[in-house]
């Protein structure tokens, strides 16, 4: 294996990552990962691929439109541009639609890189809901473009045993088109997500947001950069971090509003939830704004537990244990919320109580 | 059923209720009138068992257990209900879900069935009905954007699907409007004035004691009570002031 150079905490964008996890993760040796991986797919009709340490695995797939192959991700970003090789690659003609496609992740040790490349025509519609589970580094790249009313709901997973994810998207959404990302980190493995996001046409909309639950002396964070280019766009990063143990989650999101982007309507909002004294949240909340009329609404806090909600729910019969996770899950309910589909955001509300039960 | 005897309890490390006695049993109605900082609402959080409310001395036996040793959801599954003088707004969290899992999490408790989801509705809608709440409100988050009075209500239709033996009602009184207390008072009679039950009205004026009438009329002064009466003793505080009856 050749050196694997990484960013540096010196540089501020990468303070907060946990490189020395990612590194152990790429040092392990590949070992069964008992985990079934027909169990990794959610009960939804559609296209699915299964990736077994970055290697696709056509026995458990059934990739309909979503096309496998070579992809050299261009990108300068110092993860990002490792990702190169075998790949899964949507690209779907104006006014199509395939919804349901899954992907799914499985690693047993090791490195692997998966690129992915997602470009909708005009109008046309698609949702991905992605899985990451097993060990090992899993570093994955998407490459995104939205074409004039396109519009990608992408629901992303986070269930690693151990080891590390690492995500990085870079998204061009164009003319009242629509991307929607939401992550979930409920694994115990490291993160790192990722993402640049640009509205390049008028009126589009994007998002990307989510919930990482940390515990034990994991490190989750997520680095993420939304960029106004164009007039009457719209976006939304909506974080939650809940810590426990001695873990460390850290949201930094960035809104940019070019100069001319006016009528922009952005929306940030950052929240972590400490359950014990001893876990960390880092927030950075960044606005840059060129333009003079934009409304941008941001808000970050870091709190523990109301104390007096606590005792009401205990004082009507819910033991202590039960009515922490009830207000945990209430805590991070907004972010999920933002899962447009039913059965989907279920089953990922289903993930963040498996892991309230393990936490607490 | 409940025995209070010689409580001791302290907040912050100053003592609040200095050798409380009480003892309520079944079919009876007590209000514990006071004055403010009298130590009113300590009570109700000591038996409730929040923490913070630190019991230092005296005993307190519910049914023949020790109270003061139980959790707070145990006290609940034992029958205890804690009126709440400001109940807490829970974002994300609907009424529905929020009772549903109380009320089966003290099924459970007490080794019995829970209630399916259809079951429960029904019993919820009723409640609701019966203490004038939208059913709407019955889904929206627990007291979010309530209002004063129906947070009140809400406590009352609680308090109904629960079903609880001895209820403990904090000024639930404050707040209310004319219609509301009457609701209100009207929902204390019909869930709780049966044999077996008992109650326990916490309040600071003899409003509420119009609509439910109570048995004993305790004034608490200075974190013990000083005195006991019939209801006329709630008449001649109102009339007289809490200094004059004391005295």
Same mark, same amino acid.
Request: one cysteine or more.
């Given at each position: 294996?050749?050196?694997?150079?990484?960013?540096?905490?010196?540089?501020?964008?990468?303070?907060?990552?946990?490189?020395?996890?990612?590194?152990?993760?790429?040092?392990?040796?590949?070992?069964?990962?008992?985990?079934?991986?027909?169990?990794?797919?959610?009960?939804?009709?559609?296209?699915?691929?299964?990736?077994?340490?970055?290697?696709?695995?056509?026995?458990?797939?059934?990739?309909?439109?979503?096309? &496998?192959?070579?992809?050299?991700?261009?990108?300068?970003?110092?993860?990002?541009?490792?990702?190169?090789?075998?790949?899964?690659?949507?690209?779907?003609?104006?006014?199509?639609?395939?919804?349901?496609?899954?992907?799914?992740?499985? !690693?047993? !040790?090791?490195?692997?890189? &998966?690129?992915?490349?997602?470009?909708?025509?005009?109008?046309?519609?698609?949702?991905?809901?992605?899985?990451?589970?097993?060990?090992?580094?899993?570093?994955?790249?998407?490459?995104?473009?939205?074409?004039?009313?396109?519009?990608?709901?992408?629901? &992303?997973?986070?269930?690693?045993?151990?080891?590390?994810?690492?995500?990085?998207?870079?998204?061009?959404?164009?003319?009242?088109?629509? *991307?929607?990302?939401?992550?979930?980190? =409920?694994?115990?493995?490291?993160?790192?997500?990722?993402?640049?996001?640009?509205?390049?046409?008028?009126?589009?909309?994007?998002?990307?947001?989510?919930?990482?639950?940390?515990?034990?002396?994991?490190?989750?964070?997520?680095?993420?950069?939304?960029?106004?280019?164009?007039?009457?766009?719209?976006?939304?990063?909506?974080?939650? =971090?809940? $810590?426990?143990?001695?873990?460390? =989650?850290?949201?930094?999101?960035?809104?940019? &509003?070019?100069?001319?982007?006016?009528?922009?309507?952005?929306?940030?909002?950052?929240?972590?939830?400490?359950?014990?004294?001893?876990?960390?949240?880092?927030?950075?909340?960044? *606005?840059?704004?060129?333009?003079?009329?934009?409304?941008?609404?941001?808000?970050?806090?870091?709190?523990?537990?109301?104390?007096?909600?606590?005792?009401?729910?205990?004082?009507?019969?819910?033991?202590?244990?039960?009515?922490?996770?009830?207000?945990?899950?209430?805590?991070?309910?907004?972010?999920?919320?933002?899962?447009?589909?039913?059965?989907?955001?279920?089953?990922?509300?289903?993930?963040?109580?498996?892991?309230?039960?393990?936490?607490? | 059923?409940?025995?209070?005897?010689?409580?001791?309890?302290?907040?912050?490390?100053?003592?609040?209720?200095?050798?409380?006695?009480?003892?309520?049993?079944?079919?009876?109605?007590?209000?514990?009138?006071?004055?403010?900082?009298?130590?009113?609402?300590?009570?109700?959080?000591?038996?409730?068992?929040?923490?913070?409310?630190?019991?230092?001395?005296?005993?307190?036996?519910?049914?023949?257990?020790?109270?003061?040793?139980?959790?707070?959801?145990?006290?609940?599954?034992? !029958?205890?209900?804690?009126?709440?003088?400001?109940?807490?707004?829970?974002?994300?969290?609907?009424?529905?879900?929020?009772?549903?899992?109380?009320?089966?999490?003290?099924?459970?408790?007490?080794?019995?069935?829970?209630?399916?989801?259809?079951?429960?509705?029904?019993?919820?809608?009723?409640?609701?009905?019966?203490?004038?709440?939208?059913?709407?409100?019955?889904?929206?988050?627990?007291?979010?954007?309530?209002?004063?009075?129906?947070?009140?209500?809400?406590?009352?239709?609680?308090?109904?699907?629960?079903?609880?033996?001895?209820?403990?009602?904090?000024?639930?009184?404050?707040?209310?409007?004319?219609?509301?207390?009457? $609701?209100?008072?009207?929902?204390?009679?019909?869930?709780?004035?049966?044999?077996?039950?008992?109650?326990?009205?916490?309040?600071?004026?003899?409003?509420?004691?119009?609509?439910?009438?109570?048995?004993?009329?305790?004034?608490?002064?200075?974190?013990?009570?000083?005195?006991?009466?019939?209801?006329?003793?709630?008449?001649?505080?109102?009339?007289?002031?809490? !200094?004059?009856?004391?005295?």
């Amino acid at each position: 294996m050749t050196t694997l150079e990484l960013p540096s905490p010196k540089q501020e964008e990468w303070r907060w990552a946990d490189m020395a996890s990612l590194k152990a993760a790429a040092a392990t040796e590949p070992r069964v990962a008992g985990v079934a991986p027909g169990e990794l797919f959610l009960d939804l009709e559609g296209p699915r691929l299964l990736f077994v340490d970055g290697v696709f695995e056509p026995a458990h797939s059934r990739p309909g439109p979503v096309q &496998v192959g070579r992809i050299v991700p261009d990108s300068a970003h110092p993860l990002g541009t490792r990702a190169g090789g075998e790949g899964w690659m949507l690209s779907l003609d104006a006014q199509a639609a395939v919804t349901g496609i899954q992907i799914v992740h499985l !690693g047993s !040790g090791g490195e692997s890189h &998966v690129p992915a490349r997602i470009m909708l025509g005009e109008d046309a519609v698609a949702s991905v809901v992605e899985t990451y589970a097993g060990a090992g580094w899993a570093n994955r790249i998407a490459t995104i473009s939205l074409a004039k009313g396109a519009r990608l709901m992408r629901s &992303v997973r986070l269930l690693q045993n151990e080891g590390f994810v690492s995500i990085r998207d870079e998204a061009d959404v164009g003319e009242a088109a629509s *991307l929607v990302s939401i992550f979930l980190g =409920a694994g115990g493995m490291g993160t790192r997500i990722d993402g640049a996001l640009t509205l390049t046409g008028k009126g589009a909309f994007a998002e990307m947001g989510g919930a990482l639950l940390t515990r034990g002396s994991q490190r989750q964070e997520c680095a993420v950069s939304v960029r106004h280019e164009e007039t009457d766009g719209s976006s939304k990063q909506i974080w939650r =971090a809940v $810590a426990a143990d001695k873990s460390v =989650a850290s949201l930094a999101a960035r809104v940019e &509003v070019a100069r001319g982007a006016q009528k922009t309507d952005g929306e940030q909002s950052l929240r972590g939830l400490l359950l014990d004294r001893t876990a960390t949240v880092n927030l950075k909340p960044e *606005l840059e704004i060129f333009a003079d009329d934009v409304k941008c609404a941001h808000g970050a806090t870091v709190g523990e537990l109301d104390k007096r909600a606590l005792f009401y729910l205990q004082s009507r019969g819910i033991d202590e244990a039960r009515a922490t996770a009830m207000l945990t899950r209430a805590f991070v309910a907004d972010a999920l919320a933002r899962i447009g589909e039913e059965d989907v955001r279920e089953a990922f509300e289903a993930d963040a109580d498996k892991w309230l039960e393990g936490a607490l | 059923m409940l025995k209070i005897d010689n409580l001791r309890a302290e907040v912050d490390g100053k003592e609040i209720l200095k050798g409380l006695s009480l003892e309520v049993h079944a079919g009876e109605v007590h209000a514990i009138m006071g004055p403010n900082g009298a130590g009113k609402s300590t009570l109700g959080y000591v038996l409730g068992g929040r923490p913070g409310y630190a019991p230092t001395g005296g005993s307190v036996d519910f049914d023949g257990a020790d109270l003061l040793e139980m959790a707070p959801h145990e006290r609940a599954a034992a !029958g205890l209900f804690l009126g709440f003088q400001y109940p807490v707004e829970i974002p994300g969290v609907s009424n529905v879900q929020f009772l549903r899992e109380a009320l089966n999490a003290q099924r459970r408790g007490r080794g019995e069935a829970a209630l399916s989801g259809g079951e429960f509705l029904k019993l919820a809608r009723a409640q609701a009905d019966a203490l004038g709440m939208d059913q709407e409100m019955l889904k929206r988050p627990v007291n979010v954007g309530f209002s004063g009075g129906e947070k009140k209500r809400n406590e009352m239709v609680q308090m109904g699907i629960i079903g609880p033996r001895l209820a403990i009602l904090d000024e639930t009184d404050s707040g209310l409007d004319i219609d509301a207390l009457k $609701a209100v008072g009207d929902g204390i009679n019909r869930i709780m004035r049966a044999p077996g039950k008992a109650v326990i009205l916490i309040t600071h004026y003899q409003r509420l004691l119009d609509y439910v009438r109570p048995d004993f009329v305790h004034v608490l002064e200075m974190g013990r009570i000083t005195r006991t009466g019939g209801p006329e003793l709630a008449q001649q505080l109102e009339r007289e002031g809490y !200094g004059a009856v004391a005295a």
